[in-house]
Every structure is written in structure tokens, then in C-alpha cells.
């Protein structure tokens, strides 16, 4: 049953083509494909849920984001595995991507939440989340 899994997600973003150069690897190393693309926009799917990014007009560009006021704080994805998060680390920090939380980096959400955050080039918090190790 599918009712109330997310169907999709749709981002506005500032710059189409560095979001979607950030978005693109980092989709891809989740498991998502590239499913649409057309002038303003780009998608990634993975199973039924796919994430939409959209060029945002200019006339709406004045306002940056701000993950601190009314809306989306961030988005958490799940991981493979510790030694997932821990690789993509490594492949965040070669692309000049800084962690957030370094000095509790993998625990800062806890001592049980093996996790790495970070922020897509609008500044959008991104978390990825290992399974619980039983």
C-alpha cells in the first residue's frame, strides 16, 4: 500500500545548473536515476518517489533561503551502512562540501545516529543517516 508515502518532492532552487551538478551525484549515489528534465527543471526517481529541482524565477530570487524560518528545515535520506556514510564523507569533503557539525561528526544527532549533514548549494540541510546497528 502506498497511501501516504511521499509521491515527490519539488525544490526551488537559485541556480538550476550547480544544484542539479551537486544533486545529481549525490541522488545517484542513493540509488536514484535521472527521470525528467526540460529547460527549468531535472528529477531523480527512486522507486515511486522522485525529487524535482526547479529554476526559481528571478523576480523571486531576492529572498535566499533559510532553513531557520517557516518551511523546510531539511531533507534525511537513508543510508546503506556506516561504512556508506563514512565513504560519503570522503566524496563530500573532495568536492570542497563542508560537514556540518564537524566536532560530533558521525554522532551529532546523537551517540546511536550514525549520520553525516551537510548543505546543498542553497544552503538546504541534507542528512544522511545510517541503519541502526543491532
Not at 526551488?12 to 549515489?29: A, D, I, P, Q, R
Not at 523546510?72 to 564523507?89: M, W
Not at 545516529?113 to 543517516?129: G, N, Q
Request: aromatic content about 14%; charged content about 25%; overall charge negative.
Amino acid at each position: 500500500m502506498k497511501q501516504g508515502l511521499l509521491h515527490h518532492i519539488e525544490l526551488y532552487v537559485s541556480n538550476l545548473k550547480t544544484s542539479t551538478t551537486f544533486w545529481g551525484w549525490l541522488l545517484e549515489e542513493l540509488g536514484y536515476s535521472k527521470y525528467q528534465q526540460w529547460e527549468q527543471g531535472q528529477s531523480w526517481k527512486l522507486q515511486d518517489t522522485y525529487i524535482v529541482f526547479v529554476q526559481t524565477e528571478s523576480k523571486f530570487l531576492d529572498i535566499p533561503y533559510h532553513r531557520c524560518r517557516v518551511g523546510l528545515n531539511h531533507l534525511a535520506f537513508h543510508g546503506k551502512s556506516r561504512q556508506h556514510i563514512d565513504e560519503l564523507t570522503v566524496k563530500l569533503i573532495e568536492r570542497d562540501v563542508p560537514i556540518l557539525y564537524g566536532n560530533k561528526h558521525p554522532f551529532a544527532g546523537g551517540y546511536d545516529h550514525y549520520a553525516v549533514y551537510f548543505e546543498d548549494p542553497d544552503r538546504i540541510k541534507v542528512e544522511v543517516v545510517a541503519p541502526n546497528e543491532s
